[in-house]
């Protein structure tokens, strides 16, 4: 009897010990199915801030006034000098070494620097076809950081295109008059004169065409050029920075750094909300290695001498259209 008895205690309490055992994996699921409900939703919430951050780019995110406390200069020189720095261990008279290609990459640095060296004509204008093409390579730079950044370059694409519309409704229109004096660029259009081919022609053509309005918003040139201008400061500010190598400290990420630079250019002049979404996509910003691979790079001083020629380049295009868009009263285009 007490053998049977005891047989009983123990089956019981096996049965027992099954039962919290099958309590305890059902408490984990759940906390399973919870965790990936809360992940799921945040990654869904995420998504959701992201596509409305690139609606609100789409629709005029760069639109917001703003100073900027740089003053246009002419740099002739400085730029010709641009030819005569090392960007590695060569320099001396023999100049820089040429940016080669990078193979398997979409954006090609070696490009960009050749159209912003391009970009500069006389004293102080900017050639339009160049300045542009600068863009496009730009917009294959943000998009190669990934879909979250990459929604910001649609913005800028749109931008292009209207100049670029604007540019051949130009030469097709029988009222198009090409500015006295300013020596033709090919726009990617049969005919080979039009305001549009410089930013002092195209800001000459249109103020004598009426298409300029300092007190509506309106899809001239002059406008979508300063959208472009004031892009043009955040992404410079961001390149600059990634460049920089500290005296002392880490290396800051280059998520931290494109936050940065946004906030002091483009984020002053956003709502609330676009600067909480823009913020969620700096996050998905790659790792500085990345940009080592993208650049074709080995280290922080090689990414440093390559980003320090593309933005003393930029800062030539920069400087340029800030003084004739300051000299023609349009840093406040509405």
């Known amino acids: 009897m007490d053998s049977c008895e005891t047989q009983r205690n123990n089956n019981i309490e096996e049965e027992e010990e099954e039962g919290e055992e099958e309590d305890k994996e059902e408490e984990i699921a759940e906390e399973l199915e919870f965790s990936m409900g809360v992940k799921s939703k945040a990654a869904a919430a995420i998504l959701v801030l992201l596509l409305f951050l690139g609606s609100l780019w789409l629709q005029g995110g760069l639109d917001y006034h703003w100073d900027s406390c740089l003053k246009g200069y002419n740099q002739v020189d400085q730029f010709h000098q641009l030819s005569n720095s090392s960007s590695g261990d060569g320099g001396g008279s023999e100049g820089p070494q040429a940016l080669e290609p990078c193979p398997g990459q979409t954006f090609q640095v070696s490009l960009l620097l050749s159209h912003l060296m391009d970009a500069p004509a006389y004293t102080s204008d900017v050639l339009m076809q160049p300045y542009l093409s600068s863009w496009d390579e730009l917009v294959r730079f ?48 049969s005919q080979q004169s039009s305001v549009y081919h410089s930013v002092r022609s195209m800001i000459l053509g ?72 823009a913020e969620v996509a700096f996050i998905a910003m790659p790792e500085r290695g990345f940009f080592f691979r993208l650049l074709c790079v080995q280290n922080q001083e090689q990414l440093g001498a390559v980003l320090g020629r593309v933005v003393q380049a930029l800062s030539v295009v920069y400087d340029r259209t800030q003084s004739a868009l300051e000299e023609h009263g349009m840093l406040e285009l509405p």
């Open 206 to 277: 249109e103020l004598k065409r009426g298409l300029v309005d300092f007190q509506h918003q309106t899809d001239s040139g002059c406008r979508t050029l300063l959208r472009l201008h004031r892009a043009l400061l955040w992404l410079k500010l961001f390149l600059q920075k990634l460049g920089e190598t500290p005296v002392a400290g880490r290396l800051r990420s280059p998520s931290e750094l494109c936050r940065e630079a946004y906030q002091n250019t483009l984020a002053n002049h956003h709502t609330w909300l676009v600067r909480r979404a």
């Open 142 to 189: 943000m998009e190669a950081l990934g879909p979250m950044v990459g929604l910001i370059s649609k913005e800028i694409e749109s931008k292009t295109s209207i100049i670029r519309d604007l540019a051949v409704l130009s030469e097709e229109s029988p009222e198009a008059e090409l500015v006295p004096n300013i020596r033709p660029i090919n726009m990617g259009v």
